[in-house]
């Protein structure tokens, strides 16, 4: 038995009133392993939040009412928690129901059992978050750009939702969701929803009507300011950024029309950024309405806004079609790096578009060498694991290339149109990768069987390592990179490899192709004619920190102890992490480092990085 069935049957057997009245036909909803809520008998619709935020206490605390859909009305409600301390829960009729938390896994936390009366159609719980809040992160004024107010964000993928709001935290379950969230005086509250607007006690509300899941509620809470881009697009950022990321988004409303010309027509009404303080665990989040994004992704020259073409094609892949379990996270996110990379090829050209997806590959490649066989599969085996645990490039750029790979085969035109009815068929729901499967083949591949016979879907999605038929582009200004590292390699000094006008993507690649032959002298000259260590673009300047760590390049090491220090995105700490803890002497160092730097992270960074650090085999 898993540890979750017995904590069912404990529940269960604790709570369960009398068996044998009919049940009603369950709508079918596939298991998630991450969950332990049971929304065939019982489920959730919609949850209606009344919070408060204090920051001394680093607490939020309040009261949820859910409403019920009560398919068998013999069972108990049940509920994901973790970490959450639960007061008191009332029925429909405002009387007091049982309710029993069962054992903690430490992946998924808790099953909180409520029982219910034969009448009720919502509950009532009342409860707080306590320092256990993996959701939350709690910014002291020196975490901050302005250092002027303390912050709070949340952030809900994959199963964080239930250490801040007591629900069915999978996300096969939709629910609409309206808030209500109190704030110290000259605080402004934002949620992935609609605002609207104060209430005369100062309170912020929000309302979600279209069902989305769980991991998608999304709260900031902060000194903030907004500055419109378009009628529907805006930005939210601290006073001292705001101008700085009101430019660099500025291609927002231009992105939004080119998805919806793509995808069909934007579905959530706004589209607004937030810029986070620097410890933002990753590099955007697409929170419906509102998309989380670091303020790393600022680099002053829009050289880095894919990002903001990938959260908002999100806004149709993931938020608009859900993976129904975690092991479906490939439909999410390979779904949306194919999206982005045809908004961008839409807006800055096919070359733009290709060079990233070049780098992806290569990021990709580089990567796949460290990774065990069993996470190199789309559709992957999460049993008694963290959906967190095998997070890697797969899901997101192989998961790009099968898309690819199918459009290669049967042409846009057709694949194109196959997308959008996808979209408009699966909307606002949650699916699985066999449900794609079965659609894929019904809609697309019955069109010409073919065509389709040269496609190996067990291969593609079932699978470890990169399919023989992967498609592979090669862009031109990556090709003008390849001359001049050859060139490089051949001894001629940087200042004469004739880099005038290179972006971002270019110096990326330039890095990566002469990575293996730099040492500290080598770096040094790079330095003087570059200036790779006093970049204001993080992408580039974490690509150099690392070589930097392996070429024991010193003179970059007062910059790297200030962005660890200070930038808590994951993707860009892991890996210097990493390879600082190839030396004995470097995880001295990195310890030193984190010991001062850990306290400053997001639980999603620290989870990961405390890996890293440990001590194996002690
Ligand atoms: N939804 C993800 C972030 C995420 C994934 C959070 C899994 C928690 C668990 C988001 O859309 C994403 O992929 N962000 C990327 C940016 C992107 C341009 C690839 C990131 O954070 O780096
Ligand atoms: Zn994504």
Redesign the pocket.
């Known amino acids: 038995m898993t540890t979750r069935s017995l904590a069912r049957a404990a529940l269960l057997g604790a709570l369960a009133a009398c068996a044998g009245v009919p049940r009603d036909v369950p709508p079918s909803i596939p298991m998630d392993i991450h969950s332990h809520c049971e929304p065939e008998r019982v489920r959730v619709t919609h949850a209606s939040l009344d919070l408060e935020i204090d920051h001394a206490k680093k607490e939020i605390r309040g009261a949820v009412v859910l409403s019920l859909d009560r398919h068998d009305k013999e069972s108990p409600l049940i509920l994901d928690v973790k970490g959450l301390a639960i007061e008191t829960v009332t029925g429909s009729d405002g009387g007091v129901r049982l309710w029993q938390i069962g054992p903690e896994d430490k992946n998924i936390g808790s099953a909180l059992a409520i029982q219910l009366v034969w009448a009720d159609t919502s509950v009532r719980v009342v409860y707080r978050t306590t320092e256990r809040a993996e959701a939350l992160q709690w910014l002291e004024p020196d975490q901050t750009a302005d250092r002027a107010a303390p912050f709070l964000f949340t952030?809900g993928?994959?199963i964080f939702t239930r250490t801040w709001i007591p629900l069915q935290d999978s996300p096969g379950v939709r629910i609409t969701y309206d808030a209500r969230v109190r704030a110290p005086a000259g605080q402004t509250v934002v949620m992935s929803a609609e605002q609207v607007g104060q209430g005369p006690d100062g309170a912020f509300r929000f309302r979600m009507d279209r069902p989305i899941p769980s991991y998608l509620i999304a709260l900031a809470c902060g000194r903030l300011e907004f500055r419109p881009i378009s009628e529907r697009c805006g930005v939210w950022a601290e006073p001292s950024v705001i101008a700085a990321a009101r430019s660099e988004f500025a291609d927002t409303e231009k992105m939004v029309q080119a998805a919806e010309s793509l995808f069909g027509p934007y579905r959530w009404g706004r589209y607004d950024l937030l810029v986070l303080p620097p410890s933002f665990?990753?590099?955007?989040?697409?929170n419906p309405c509102l998309t989380f994004a670091?303020p790393t992704v600022l680099a002053g020259d829009r050289s880095l806004v894919?990002?903001v073409a990938?959260?908002l094609a999100?806004s149709w892949s993931?938020n608009l079609v859900t993976n129904a379990t975690w092991s479906d996270?490939w439909l999410?996110?390979g779904f949306?790096?194919y999206f982005?990379s045809r908004i961008m090829e839409r807006l800055y050209g096919t070359e733009r578009a290709r060079m990233e997806q070049q780098i992806g590959l290569a990021d990709l490649e580089r990567e796949m060498k460290e990774l065990a066989p069993r996470d190199q599969v789309l559709h992957v085996d999460l049993r008694g694991r963290h959906?967190?645990d095998g997070?890697s490039g797969i899901p997101?750029v192989k998961g790009a290339l099968f898309l690819e790979r199918v459009e290669e085969v049967f042409g846009r035109g057709l694949f194109d149109r196959f997308l959008r009815s996808y979209f408009d068929t699966f909307a606002f729901q949650s699916i699985t990768t066999g449900e794609f499967v079965h659609y894929l083949r019904k809609e697309l591949f019955a069109q010409d069987r073919a065509l389709a016979a040269t496609i190996d879907l067990d291969t593609w999605l079932e699978k470890p390592g990169l399919p023989a038929d992967l498609p592979r582009v090669q862009s031109k200004p990556l090709a003008e990179v390849d001359e001049r590292i050859a060139k490089w390699k051949e001894g001629t000094a940087p200042a004469d490899l004739a880099t005038r006008g290179w972006v971002t993507q270019q110096w990326l690649h330039f890095l990566e192709g002469i990575a293996d032959r730099l040492d500290a002298a080598a770096m040094s000259k790079l330095d003087d004619a570059f200036h790779f260590t006093q970049t204001g673009n993080c992408e580039v300047l974490d690509v150099w920190l690392r070589l930097a760590i392996a070429a024991r390049y010193g003179a970059a090491d007062a910059r790297l102890e200030e962005f660890l220090m200070t930038v808590g995105?994951?993707?860009y700490l892991e890996p210097l992490y990493k390879e600082l803890a190839k030396t004995e002497e470097g995880k001295q160092r990195a310890r030193a480092i984190y010991a001062k730097a850990r306290p400053r992270y997001h639980a999603?960074t620290t989870a990961s990085i405390d890996g890293i650090l440990a001590d194996k085999g002690k």
Do not use: I
Not at 281 to 286: A, V
């Open positions: 952030q993928q994959s665990p990753f590099g955007g989040m697409e670091t894919s990002l990938h959260e999100h993931g996270f999410n996110e949306t790096v982005e959906p967190d997070f997101y995105r994951r993707k999603a």
